[in-house]
């Protein structure tokens, strides 16, 4: 009836717009590696400029985040699905404004109590509890075990300054989030998990791209408020 040709006039529509989507999939774990890679030279330089002798750590943290960019654009497909939640866009934006209305409290406290050396410690853990959250989001696992070493590399920065002073806690801290970011793009990069037989993983598409009740019975592709995009190829972050 109606109703059927309805879900089936549906079902094309959502094929379709599948079909002419970009590959945003595989996208997101290249931009996931290529952010991680880059993000880490930063990390390095604050913790090279507080050693005594700064030149050496800064010329291998220029190499090493240039060797993690070459292999986070050489990415290739992964071997298994990646399920976005619903509203996975605006959540990830949300993360992203979140982290830099923190960060930028953070550095405003610290210079407003005149103790800088409190800065990279708690960006640190900032940034670390912006990647649980993220992890969810991109369906990304390894996220979580990032964000675990930078709180814990940040609780170390703040005990570092408490016992040592400001020139040894931003040491630390910036080059254990600097190592912490690069393996994390290796990883990410180089797919740590997976099928590796490289046959091509697919996956049904959702009958309808909005959130209403699916009507397809056993069959139907939607899980709760997950979507599973395919038939294609699909990467990961």
Known sequence: GQRGRDGAGRRHVALQAVAERPDR???LRRVGALVTAL??????LTGATALSAPLPAVVASVAISVTCTIIALRTRPAARRRQLPHRWRARYRTIGVTQGVAITFVVAVA??????????????????LHFLPMARVVDQAEYRLTGA???????????????TGPE?????????AALTLWITSCIVACEAYG??????????????LDDGPSREGPGSLRRGRTHVF?????DVM
Do not use: K, M, Y
């Open 168 to 176: 040894a806690a931003r040491a630390v801290t910036g080059i254990g």
């Open 25 to 27: 999939d595989e996208s």
């Open 149 to 163: 070493a930078l709180l814990v590399i940040g609780l170390a920065g703040l005990a570092v300054l408490a016992a």
């Open 230 to 234: 395919a038939p294609q190829r699909v």
């Open 111 to 128: 210079v407003a109590l005149s103790a800088p050396g409190l800065i990279a410690p708690l960006v640190c853990l900032v940034v670390g």
């Open 195 to 208: 099928r590796r037989d490289g046959a091509p993983t697919t996956a049904p598409v959702s009958p309808s």
């Open 39 to 44: 993000f880490g030279v930063p990390w390095a």
